[in-house]
Every structure is written in C-alpha cells, then in structure tokens.
C-alpha cells in the first residue's frame, strides 16, 4: 500500500498559478502510475491528469490541457501538478492517486489509492 501526502494548495487569484506535489511512501514509488483528481461542492470527483510509471504518458482533462502539466520525480518519490492560468472553475479539493496501471489513475476504482486532499481556491 502507498501512502499519499498532497501540498501546495491555496487560494490564488485568476490567472495566476499554483503547484501541487504529492509525497508517497510506502511501495515502490516507480510501480506506480500516478494521478491528480478534483472535485468541487456538489459534484462528482474528475480526473484532472495522469502520468504513466516512467513519465512517459501523460493525459488531462478536456477543460485543462495547455494550462495544467503533470511531471514525476521518482528520486524524490514525488508527482506533481503545475496549474496555470487558473480560473474561478478550477475551485475544488484536488486528491493525488496512485495506481499500478494507468486507467486506475483515470478513473476511481477499488484499486486507487488516494491522499487526503488540497484545497485550491481561485478567485475572479
């Protein structure tokens, strides 16, 4: 079982930016495939982007690509979710998951493991 570690949340202005890093302990952290997930009041949790074991493969949502960018570092155990030009939608708790095979870190399943949860605030 990994365990998962979300920083780097806070409220930020629109069009500003903020980056969230997940620390994990645990398993090996390279078996993993890793991913961010969000979820605001009153809806359900999305997958926001995912990256593959050895960083590889990357995806993100449709209402995200060309301002959020996922990377890993597996020397420091460490995956983590720059957000640019954020806007007021980008409100929510954004939870780290883990997964050893990629669709597991794109959609929930019983398999994902999850952290506790950063709070992202952006103001208009």
């Known amino acids: 079982q990994v365990q998962l570690v979300e920083s780097g949340g806070g409220l930020v202005q629109a069009g500003g930016s903020l980056r969230l890093s997940c620390a994990a302990s645990g398993r090996t952290f390279s078996s993993y495939a890793m991913g961010w997930f969000r979820q605001a009041p009153g809806k359900e949790r999305e997958s926001v982007a995912a990256i593959s074991r050895g960083g590889g493969s990357t995806s993100f949502a449709d209402s995200v690509k060309g301002r959020f960018t996922i990377s890993r570092d597996n020397a420091k155990n460490t995956v983590y979710l720059q957000m640019n030009s954020l806007k007021p939608e980008d409100t929510a708790v954004y939870y780290c998951?883990?997964?050893?095979?990629?669709?597991?870190?794109?959609?929930?399943?019983?398999?994902?493991?999850w952290g506790q949860g950063t709070q992202v605030t952006v103001s208009s």
């Open positions: 998951a883990a997964g050893l095979a990629l669709s597991s870190v794109t959609i929930a399943t019983p398999q994902t493991s």
